[in-house]
């Protein structure tokens, strides 16, 4: 008995170890309300910063080129990590996506970022093309 309470404490510690070790954490930052939310397929434009999570070195930023990034989210023109992340998500609304390796740039290095990094990015949804935001 003693050593199926301890095997079931292990497992359940298993799962629970598991599930906080998604390739992705969202923290909105700053909620907004709204009635039309991001969708696979929307062509977004989101300002950001990256920072890697080992160090906290910023390697890219749209903010310093005053200028959002524009694409089709949900698409694979971003890593899976922003695919993922911005779904869901509100004109005005600020996240934080701290992104796992597996859904970054994996085993592989770009630019400045090394090989198997955990990347952080401060988010905000600036525009959704087609969709005006809602007046408060």
């Known amino acids: 008995m003693h050593i199926f309470t301890i095997t079931a404490a292990l497992a359940l ?10 390739p992705l954490d969202i ?13 696979a397929g929307d062509k977004i434009e989101i300002h950001y910063r990256g920072t890697l999570q080992s160090d ?4 890219d930023a749209s903010y310093n080129r ?3 990034l524009s694409f089709h989210v949900g698409k694979g023109q971003v890593i899976k990590g922003w695919d993922q992340g911005l779904l869901d998500m509100c ?3 600020k996240r934080t996506l701290t992104i796992a390796p597996e859904w970054a740039y994996g085993s592989r290095a770009m630019g400045p970022i090394p090989a198997g990094s ?3 990015f401060e ?3 600036m525009g959704i093309q087609g969709v005006k935001k809602d007046e408060l």
């Open 123 to 125: 988010t905000e949804l």
């Open 56 to 59: 906290g070195t910023e390697f």
């Open 27 to 39: 923290k909105v930052t700053q909620p907004v309300e709204c009635t039309r939310k991001t969708v």
């Open 66 to 68: 005053n200028q959002p």
């Open 13 to 22: 510690l298993a799962t629970a170890t598991s599930a906080l070790d998604t």
């Open 118 to 120: 955990t990347l952080i």
């Open 91 to 93: 004109i005005g609304e």
